[in-house]
């Protein structure tokens, strides 16, 4: 009976480990750069949104999307609480600019 009992008790440790062990792995933050904070719902989450019109065609910036002259983006801002936002941009030959908010300076 005793070794009943100890055999009982070794399989539950083991499963109670698979347990915690095999849990599905958290998606890295870059496969979601502009996804704010994680949670159940996504309704009132955190983030910015990035569209690009481009030919008049409206599509979301994807990350490492050339932005070419006569392009628009448009920055979109969900905040679950009162933020600071600075947006600058960046030519490759210039240094950065900030863009907003208008006459700030970073």
């Not at 347990?19 to 704010?36: C, D, N, Q, S």
């Not at 050339?66 to 801002?77: C, I, N, T």
């Amino acid at each position: 009976m005793r070794r009943a009992l100890i055999l009982v008790a070794i399989l539950a440790a083991i499963s109670g480990l698979a347990f915690l062990v095999a849990r599905p792995a958290a998606e890295p933050p870059a496969a979601t750069p502009y996804v704010g904070k994680r949670g159940a719902s996504r309704v009132k989450a955190s983030g910015l949104g990035v569209s690009l019109l481009r030919a008049g065609e409206i599509t979301a910036l994807a990350p490492g999307t050339p932005v070419r002259a006569g392009d628009v983006l448009r920055f979109s801002v969900r905040a679950e609480q009162p933020r600071y936002l600075l947006v600058r941009m960046r030519d490759g030959a210039s240094a950065a600019t900030t863009i907003f908010p208008p006459g700030a300076s970073a």
